[in-house]
């Protein structure tokens, strides 16, 4: 089974390191020092399992693991840290299990178990399910390509476009395409977004105003885009109402 450890602290890393050692039919195929650079390695190694703290600087564990939930295959998820008030929400990202520190031989031995058995049995799997609660929302989205992936902070996204199973987002720095419905970004990120059409969610802080073309549909006018991007009939009052309160 391949494993990949993230923690920001190197002492940890190693005492995992050490006891992973121990354990027969492990391969480690990487460490990483925070989220960011696990999502990387998951990218280039595809390991079965990660071994993952929460508390890490930049991306933490619990969104890190939001983002591997939409790899495919979806690696296996153990939480491993320092305090066990996390655990609800560990499992609300969908861990397998969740270890204490000082991780115990006979703990991680049990969890390895866990792991093999979901990667047996494992399916793909989208980015979750239901609404998102402030806390749990992510704070960038994850763009995968060719081996590697791009992280686009939410607040650099301009408006997100759904072109066929994919979303075209289109930021600050360019375009990206991610693999994820437009609707489930509208429930978790519904309070920075807002529809202007049944294919394009908008940055609320986005819109200068909306005007109307000489063909007579309705067309929001953007701080950052190119052009100005139309909006459906059902959607033109309730955007109106938004604009009246940006």
Do not use: W
Not at 23 to 31: K, R, T
Not at 174 to 203: M, P, Q, T, W, Y
């Amino acid at each position: 089974m391949r494993v990949l450890i993230a923690d920001d602290e190197p002492l940890a890393r190693e005492r995992l390191r050490d006891l992973l050692a121990e354990q027969p039919g492990i391969e480690l195929v990487a460490e990483a020092g925070d989220g960011r650079e696990a999502l990387h390695a998951c990218a280039q190694h595809h390991p079965d399992l990660v071994l993952l703290d929460i508390a890490m600087p930049g991306i933490d564990g619990l969104e890190t693991a939001r983002h591997l939930a939409a790899f495919e295959p979806r690696p296996a998820v153990v939480f491993c840290t320092a305090y066990d008030a996390h655990a609800l929400s560990a499992f609300e990202a969908a861990a397998i299990d969740y270890l204490v520190k000082p991780v115990r031989p006979e703990r991680l031995a049990a969890a390895l178990d866990r792991a093999r058995t979901f990667a047996a049995g494992r399916t793909t799997n989208g980015s979750g399910e239901g609404i998102a609660t402030p806390d749990q929302r992510r704070t960038h989205l994850c763009a995968r390509l060719r081996g590697s992936l791009r992280l686009i902070p939410i607040e650099d996204v301009h408006y997100l476009q759904a072109e066929e199973k994919y979303v075209v987002v289109h930021h600050a720095r360019g375009e990206d395409l991610i693999e994820e419905s437009l609707k489930s970004l509208e429930e978790e990120f519904g309070d920075r977004f807002v529809r202007i059409h049944r294919n394009c969610l908008v940055a609320r802080h986005e819109i200068v105003e909306l005007k109307r073309a000489p063909d007579g549909h309705v067309q929001a006018v953007l701080r950052h885009g190119d052009h100005p991007l139309e909006v459906s009939r059902r959607c033109v009052a309730h955007l109106r109402e938004t604009v009246k309160h940006l």
